[in-house]
């Protein structure tokens, strides 16, 4: 696993030792990022269920300007910390260790993109994009993209948030909404 593009291109993060950790592939992080390319400049970037921080630290290497971690796993806080310092991108990351919901409450400011990753059988999406929407969690113009099973289907509309895309990447389905 490693920085496609951006300042920190080239470097490999340190991947998990626990398999119910699942990063994103190369492929699919970099299918993901043409997608997001205009959007990623000064932005302000939700990573949750960062897992190894894979997406975020991505995110960063091409320009956004802060990223905030989010995930409730020892092992994957430890591993989104490490990757980060290897990255020297501690300026511009903020780690939260915690459940979801705390992190989607206590949330100050709403963000540009939310990168939404969540374990793929505990099915809760719609528990996110429920909070996002109640909370006015993403910036006018933003987008939050959903990775999940490509037999899981989500609707067009989803509280109030509109599909833009959806792209199947083997047995991984990627779903845009804004």
């Given at each position: 696993m490693r920085v496609i593009a951006g300042d920190y291109k080239g470097r490999r993060l340190k991947t998990p030792s626990d398999y119910s950790i699942r990063p994103t592939t190369d492929k699919v992080k970099?299918?993901?990022f043409s997608i997001l390319t205009e959007k990623i400049y000064a932005s302000r970037v939700?990573?949750?269920?960062?897992?190894?921080?894979n997406l975020g630290i991505e995110a960063l290497s091409r320009g956004a300007d802060i990223c905030i971690f989010g995930d409730n796993?020892?092992?994957s806080i430890k591993l989104?910390?490490?990757n980060i310092a290897h990255c020297k991108a501690q300026d511009r990351a903020i780690v939260a260790a915690g459940d979801?919901?705390?992190l989607l409450m206590n949330a100050s400011e709403p963000f540009d993109i939310i990168l939404l990753d969540p374990p793929y059988d505990e099915d809760l999406l719609g528990v996110c994009f429920e909070m996002i929407a109640e909370r006015k969690l993403?910036?006018?113009g933003g987008v939050i993209v959903a990775e999940h099973r490509k037999e899981e289907s989500l609707p067009d509309e989803f509280f109030g948030f509109k599909k833009l895309k959806q792209r199947k990447y083997g047995i991984?389905?990627?779903?845009?909404y804004c």
């Amino acid at each position: 696993m490693r920085v496609i593009a951006g300042d920190y291109k080239g470097r490999r993060l340190k991947t998990p030792s626990d398999y119910s950790i699942r990063p994103t592939t190369d492929k699919v992080k970099e299918a993901l990022f043409s997608i997001l390319t205009e959007k990623i400049y000064a932005s302000r970037v939700l990573d949750l269920f960062s897992g190894t921080g894979n997406l975020g630290i991505e995110a960063l290497s091409r320009g956004a300007d802060i990223c905030i971690f989010g995930d409730n796993s020892k092992e994957s806080i430890k591993l989104i910390k490490e990757n980060i310092a290897h990255c020297k991108a501690q300026d511009r990351a903020i780690v939260a260790a915690g459940d979801f919901k705390k992190l989607l409450m206590n949330a100050s400011e709403p963000f540009d993109i939310i990168l939404l990753d969540p374990p793929y059988d505990e099915d809760l999406l719609g528990v996110c994009f429920e909070m996002i929407a109640e909370r006015k969690l993403l910036r006018e113009g933003g987008v939050i993209v959903a990775e999940h099973r490509k037999e899981e289907s989500l609707p067009d509309e989803f509280f109030g948030f509109k599909k833009l895309k959806q792209r199947k990447y083997g047995i991984i389905m990627l779903s845009i909404y804004c």
